[in-house]
C-alpha cells in the first residue's frame, strides 16, 4: 500500500487545517504543509471537514429488509406486537438474507461507517441462522468494515425455553457479547436473567449488552441490578445497557444518582433515539463519567420501515431529540457516534491520531455541528488506510 496524504483539510478538533499522512494503514503525521513523500498519492481535501471512521453501536443487521422491495408494515404499537409479527412473517420474506445484510453494510460503509455492533437474534428455532448470515455478508466486504455481533434473545430466554442453550452455542462459536431483554418486563425474573446472562460473560470472557425498554421505577431498579452485577463480576468498561429508557423518564435527582452508579461500574450507555421513545440524560451521563453512543436499532425490518444507515444522520437525530441546538451541543452527538462507539466496542487505537488506524471520512462541511445536521454526502471514505468509498459509493 502506497503513501496517501490528504491535503489540506480540518481535522475535527484540530486548531488549524492540517495534511494527514496515511501510511500502511495508520495515521503517520498530522501536521499543516506536509511534504509529500516520494511517490504518495495526494489527494486535495481543503476546505472539507476530516472525521474519524463513524460507529454504528447498536443495530440489528440480521432483521433488515435494506435493498429488497418495499415491505408495508403490519405490526401494532406494542413491544408484543412487534415480536409477534417478526415471528410470524419472517420465514415468508427470508430473514434473515444475506444480500439484504450486504445491501445494508454497503450503504453503511459508503456513508462513513467503519465499525458495526449488530444484535443478532439467537432462538431455537433460528439456531445460528443469523449468525452465519452476518458473518457471510461481513466476509464479502472484509477489509472494509468491521462487524461485531452480539447473541440477542429476541424472544426471551426464561419465557423461551431452549434460548439459554443457544446463546451459549453462539458464545462457543466465537460471538463475542452476551445480549439481554427486559429482565423484568419480558422474563417477568430479573434475577434468574441476569443471573444466565452474566453467568455467560464470565465463562466466557464475553461483554454484555442488555436491551432495556422497561420504563419508570421498574427500569431505574434493572439499572442499578445491571450496575451491581457489573461490579461483582469485574466487568467495568465490558457492559451496556441499550435504550434505558427509564432514565430517560425519570426525575433529575434519580438520573444524576443512576448515572453516579453507572459510572461507577463502568457501564454504558447507547441510545438510537428512535419515534418518541424516551432518550437518556446525555450531558449527566457523560458529566458523570458515563460513556454514550448510539446507533439505529433497526433498519428497515419488520420493527418499522425507517432508517437510512447513515450514522451523521442518526447523530442528527440524537441531537433533536436531545433538544441540542448549540453548535457545542450538537457536537456531542457526534462524539457518540464516534469516539463514544469507539469505547464502548472496546477498539483499542481510535480517531485523528498519530498510530490510530486510519479510518477517516471527509464531508464537505464547515464545522462538525453542520456535519450533523446536514450530512451531506460523504467525499471520501477510508478503512485501514484504504480507500473504500468516494462520493458516497462504495469502491470496487
Known amino acids: 500500500m502506497s503513501d496517501l496524504v490528504l491535503r489540506g483539510g480540518r481535522p475535527w478538533r484540530s486548531p488549524t487545517a492540517a495534511d ?21 498519492e495526494v489527494v486535495d481535501v481543503s476546505e472539507r471537514l476530516v472525521l474519524p471512521g463513524l460507529v454504528e453501536a447498536h443495530c440489528h443487521l440480521d432483521k433488515t429488509l435494506f435493498g429488497g422491495d418495499w415491505v408495508p408494515h403490519t405490526a401494532g404499537d406494542a413491544l408484543a406486537d412487534r415480536i409477534a409479527t417478526e415471528r ?59 462487524v461485531e455481533q452480539v447473541a440477542f434473545p429476541q424472544y426471551g430466554i426464561l419465557a423461551n425455553p431452549g434460548t439459554e442453550a443457544v446463546l451459549e452455542r453462539a458464545l462457543a462459536a466465537g460471538v463475542g457479547t452476551i445480549g439481554g431483554l427486559d429482565p423484568a418486563g419480558f422474563d417477568r425474573d430479573p434475577v434468574r ?34 450496575a451491581e452485577r457489573t461490579k461483582a463480576a469485574g466487568l467495568d468498561g465490558r457492559v451496556t445497557v441499550s435504550h434505558a429508557y427509564a432514565l430517560g423518564q425519570a426525575d433529575g435527582a434519580t438520573q444524576e444518582r443512576i448515572a453516579g452508579r453507572l459510572a461507577e461500574a463502568g457501564v454504558a450507555v447507547v441510545t438510537a433515539a428512535v419515534y418518541d421513545f424516551p432518550v437518556p440524560p446525555i450531558k449527566k451521563l457523560l458529566s458523570a463519567g458515563v460513556t454514550v453512543a448510539c446507533g439505529h436499532d433497526g433498519v428497515r425490518d419488520l420493527w418499522g420501515p ?91
Open 88 to 146: 410470524g412473517r419472517r420465514g415468508e420474506l427470508g430473514v434473515p438474507d444475506v444480500d439484504r445484510i450486504t445491501a445494508l453494510l454497503v450503504r453503511m460503509i459508503a456513508a462513513g461507517t467503519s465499525y458495526v455492533r449488530s444484535h443478532t437474534d439467537i432462538d431455537p428455532a433460528l439456531g445460528l441462522s443469523g449468525v452465519e448470515a452476518v458473518n457471510a455478508a461481513a466476509a464479502r466486504l472484509a477489509g472494509r468494515v468491521t
Open 193 to 226: 436473567h441476569l443471573d444466565i446472562v452474566f453467568g455467560f460473560a464470565e465463562r466466557y470472557g464475553a461483554g454484555v449488552d442488555i436491551h432495556l425498554h422497561d420504563g419508570g421505577t421498574l427500569g431505574i431498579w434493572q439499572l442499578e441490578l445491571i
Open 306 to 396: 425507517y432508517g437510512s444507515g447513515d450514522m451523521l444522520e442518526r447523530a442528527m437525530h440524537v441531537a433533536y431529540r436531545s433538544m441540542f441546538r448549540r453548535d457545542e451541543d450538537i457536537e456531542i452527538a457526534l462524539t457518540a457516534a464516534t469516539y463514544g462507539g469507539a469505547r464502548l466496542l472496546g477498539i483499542p487505537a481510535y480517531g485523528l491520531a498519530i498510530g490510530a488506524p486510519a479510518d477517516l471520512v471527509v464531508v464537505d462541511a464547515r464545522t462538525p455541528a453542520e456535519a450533523v445536521v446536514v450530512h451531506p454526502v460523504r467525499d471520501l471514505v477510508l478503512k485501514a488506510g484504504r480507500v473504500v468509498a468516494r462520493g458516497g459509493v462504495l469502491e470496487k
Open 20 to 40: 494527514i499522512l496515511v501510511r500502511d494503514g495508520a495515521i503517520a503525521a498530522i501536521e499543516p504543509d506536509l511534504p509529500p513523500p516520494p511517490g504518495a
